[in-house]
């Protein structure tokens, strides 16, 4: 979310027209972490106006009238009516965008999603302020060094907001085993990032589908070996009989039979 109301407001309503329909706000990265990496390969799309990082808010017609089309590339005039970093918008904001002048009105009332949630403060600010749902996510470890772990904090989430929103996870899947246990602590959901992009990079397309399809099939295989039929019906159901197990070992059938 930029600086400028008005161009925020022209992008939901392209998202929207574009076919989305949930709305998912990022609140972790206002302003990018450092990466010493990144800089040694130069790898920055946001680097300056036609950069691919900025293209969706500099090709905005809203940003372009305000603007113009040919923004200097270092001018720092971009970077002042941002619709990229640079601003800390606070909670007080959340009302405005998600309902007063936004995304309900623009959509209909469809879901909002806030991206980048790791205490159970903040996921209950989130429902408060009108969120169907949230991520537990920290970014990937990508942005803060030394950031707490987003499974470390699921369990104290979902018990704060578990029965009144969607919890989607994030971070660090990678394997049929960490779904596996993000669901028996109470989300609702995974996402993954880098895991289909090292199939694309490999493969391209042909190489995120099996990326994807190998790690539902070893979520399979982890459900049944830990004695779970499926996992809406079994292991969600369950979840409060399930304990996090920081040995990373997959709660075994006997536990089931508990059950
Ligand atoms: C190259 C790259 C770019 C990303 N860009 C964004 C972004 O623009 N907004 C955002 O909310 N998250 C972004 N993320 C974070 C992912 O949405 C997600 O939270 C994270 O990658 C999940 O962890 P995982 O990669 O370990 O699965 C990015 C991640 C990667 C690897």
């Known amino acids: 979310m930029g600086h400028d109301d008005e161009?925020?407001?022209?992008?939901?309503?392209?998202?929207w027209k574009s076919g989305f329909d949930v709305c998912m706000l990022?609140?972790?990265t206002w302003q990018l972490?450092?990466?010493p990496t990144d800089i040694n390969i130069a790898n920055y799309v946001f680097y300056y106006p036609g950069a691919v990082g900025n293209e969706v808010g500099t090709s905005?017609?809203?940003?372009m009238r305000k603007h113009g089309q040919e923004?200097?590339?270092?001018?720092?005039?971009?970077?002042?009516?941002?619709?990229?970093?640079?601003?800390?918008h606070t909670w007080a904001k959340m009302p405005w965008l998600i309902k007063e002048a936004s995304w309900k009105r623009i959509s209909g009332g469809r879901p909002f999603v806030i991206k980048g949630i790791q205490s159970a403060e903040d996921a209950l600010k989130a429902y408060e302020v009108g969120c169907?749902?949230?991520?537990?996510?920290?970014?990937?470890?990508?942005?803060?060094?030394?950031?707490?772990g987003s499974l470390e904090v699921l369990p104290e989430i979902v018990a704060a907001v578990g029965d009144k929103m969607k919890i989607i996870f994030d971070s660090g899947v990678r394997t049929g085993s960490d779904v596996f246990k993000a669901i028996a602590?109470?989300?609702?959901?995974?996402m993954v990032g880098r895991l289909y992009v090292w199939g694309m990079s490999h493969e391209g397309e042909a190489g995120c589908r099996h990326v994807m399809k190998s790690l539902l099939a070893d979520l399979d295989i982890t459900m049944t070996v830990a004695g779970y039929r499926s996992i809406t019906e079994d292991v969600h159901r369950n979840k409060k009989a399930l304990k996090y197990n920081p040995s990373g070992v997959a709660p075994g059938a006997n536990e089931h039979a508990k059950l």
Not at 71 to 88: F, M, N, P, R, T
């Open 185 to 190: 602590l109470g989300a609702h959901a995974v």
């Open 7 to 15: 161009i925020t407001i022209s992008l939901l309503e392209r998202a």
């Open 60 to 63: 905005d017609p809203v940003f």
């Open 26 to 28: 990022t609140v972790d």
């Open 132 to 148: 169907e749902g949230i991520v537990v996510t920290n970014h990937a470890g990508r942005q803060v060094d030394g950031a707490v």
């Open 71 to 88: 923004l200097e590339k270092d001018s720092g005039k971009w970077i002042d009516s941002s619709v990229w970093h640079g601003k800390a």
């Open 33 to 35: 972490g450092w990466r």
